[in-house]
């Protein structure tokens, strides 16, 4: 299989979906721990992105684009790996903030059936759901720990 912007995003997002799909269904199952709860799929996304955005400053596309107007983010998007790049990115951020969320409610004893329409926003809308779980998460307070 050649490395084509196209097969790495086929790649890339079974890898995110498979993140999402053990949160919303087996919170608390051992793969989920060790997969998901653990970072390691956000931190196999990390590498991914690491390796795509090295690619992109260090190809031919380099001087294309930039982050000061927004005609350079789109100048920057038109090349196809820094656009891979810029997906993979979100995939692992929003997962990760997934995995806090997760982590968080189990903390502060949140029922995951609450948690759920959080979890599905940050998946779908990304700081939507980080909304929604910040306004849910105001209502179970961190529990004390006595010492």
Do not use: Q
Not at 58 to 65: C, N
Not at 78 to 99: N, Q, T
């Amino acid at each position: 299989m050649a490395l084509t912007p196209d097969s790495l995003f086929a790649l890339a997002n079974p890898i995110a979906m498979l993140g999402w799909a053990l949160l919303l269904l087996a919170p608390r199952w051992v793969l989920t721990r060790r997969l998901v709860l653990s970072g390691a799929l956000p931190l196999v996304l990390a590498v991914a992105y690491g390796l795509l955005i090295g690619s992109h400053y260090l190809g031919a596309h380099a001087s294309e684009g930039g982050f000061s107007s927004l005609k350079e983010v789109a100048a920057l998007f038109r090349d196809p790996w820094a656009l891979l790049a810029g997906w993979v990115h979100y995939l692992c951020f929003d997962l990760s903030i997934g995995v806090w969320e997760t982590h968080d409610a189990h903390k502060r004893g949140v029922p995951h059936l609450l948690l759920v329409p959080a979890l599905l926003l940050t998946f779908l809308l990304g700081p939507l759901g980080l909304l929604l779980y910040a306004l849910l998460r105001r209502w179970y307070p961190t529990p004390v720990v006595a010492n």
